[in-house]
């Protein structure tokens, strides 16, 4: 009866309306009042009173995120079922410089799915977390992918030849080191991060690229160490040793260098785990044995940039002493430490007169290389 009263309108009088505002701000209206009372125990109160600021123009980033989840609470309270709402509207962003949301009409731009596992495993949020923050934002109306999705999305991850790995007495490897490239490589390309790297001569300026890696060049010795003709097509790939963790072991990490940040770990592929303590040169024989193959038919091969074949540029990568590892290097307390160069400690007497007499590396003309 009460609401088919005002809806026809008999509460018309001033202290009718005045009546109406009280339920409005008790019942209806979602919101706080102006002025808060508080009554304490010894009997006095003390009155809270809201005072407007006002709001700068341009504020920083964590500023202007707080302005957006503020503005996208109230859409959600106001119209949740409305998805035309102008983006300056739904957006404060747009009005603060800060980074502006894509309309939820649009879903260019938006992360895919397997986008979207990657950033819930690097934010740590569960499947469940993920499903309540979806159900809030709008879900599939901003382009948030449901949990079957993620799990769909989850599995062609786990497919993926960067996540095949083979254990054995030497420890666990990843099962095609080049398929693993490759899928970081068609991946950049794609969303067109992928980085061209060159090569420097002895003025440093970039040797311009004007060789095409074709079959008929794997066979060349500089291709098959790993060290191309300056003016050929190449990709930049790294080879490194880090040890440490708990329990201690060895890790072999490949990394692209023709990316944004390519020391990030989550821009590197774990190719292979050798249970040992220390990078010692025998423990790591096996491992290396293993993964020497397929480094050999990476660089046979070449990597597919934008469906043109390049050769690949091997760089060692490590600290100094799993770079002596590796090479066979007797450590920086050799007479010759530089893995560079040929200098040697500073010679005594007894060593000057047989470096005068027999000559030493130095003397040595003629191309070396590393395998």
């Not at 005045?18 to 009372?37: C, F, K, Q, T, Y």
């Not at 497919?159 to 254990?167: D, G, S, T």
């Not at 060349?220 to 003709?229: F, I, K, W």
């Not at 040169?281 to 096996?286: A, H, K, Q, R």
Request: with cysteine; net charge positive.
């Amino acid at each position: 009866m009460f609401l088919e009263a005002l809806q026809a309108g008999r509460f018309d009088n001033a202290e009718d309306k005045e009546i109406l505002g009280r339920i409005a701000s008790a019942v209806l209206l979602r919101g706080s009042p102006d002025v808060l009372r508080l009554t304490r125990s010894n009997g006095t109160a003390a009155f809270y009173t809201r005072r407007v600021s006002p709001r700068k123009v341009s504020v920083k980033k964590s500023q202007a995120n707080k302005r957006r989840a503020a503005a996208r609470k109230e859409l959600l309270v106001t119209c949740p079922s409305n998805t035309s709402v102008p983006v300056a509207a739904a957006d404060p962003g747009m009005r603060t410089g800060g980074p502006s949301r894509v309309p939820s009409g649009s879903l260019s731009g938006l992360p895919s799915a397997e986008e979207q596992v990657r950033l819930l495993e690097s934010a740590g949020l569960s499947h469940p977390v993920f499903a309540l923050i979806r159900r809030v934002f709008g879900g599939s109306r901003v382009g948030m992918a449901s949990v079957a999705q993620l799990h769909q999305a989850r599995k062609r991850l786990a497919a993926m030849p960067a996540k095949q790995i083979k254990v054995d007495s030497a420890g666990a490897h990843i099962a095609s080191l080049s398929l693993a490239l490759q899928e970081r490589v068609s991946a950049l390309c794609e969303s067109g991060r992928f980085v061209e790297r060159h090569v420097y001569d002895e003025n440093y300026r970039p040797v311009t690229k004007t060789i095409i890696f074709t079959e008929a060049d794997a066979n060349e010795p500089g291709v098959q160490s790993g060290r191309p003709p300056p003016n050929m097509n190449n990709v930049h790939v790294t080879l490194g040793l880090d040890k440490g963790g708990n329990p201690a072991s060895v890790k072999i990490v490949v990394g692209l260098i023709n990316q944004a940040r390519p020391n990030n770990p989550n821009n590197t592929i774990l190719s292979a785990v050798c249970p040992c303590e220390k990078d010692q040169y025998d423990d790591l024989d096996s491992m290396l044995k293993t993964l020497a193959p397929q480094i050999t038919a990476l660089l046979a091969g070449g990597l597919l940039v934008d469906g043109e074949k390049r050769a690949v540029r091997l760089f060692l990568t490590g600290d100094y002493a799993a770079l002596c590892t590796v090479l066979g290097h007797k450590g920086p307390s050799a007479t010759m430490p530089c893995l560079i160069c040929l200098s040697t400690w500073s010679p005594s007497r007894k060593h000057y007169a047989l470096e005068a007499k027999y000559m030493t590396l130095q003397d040595v003309a003629g191309p070396r290389t590393l395998r």
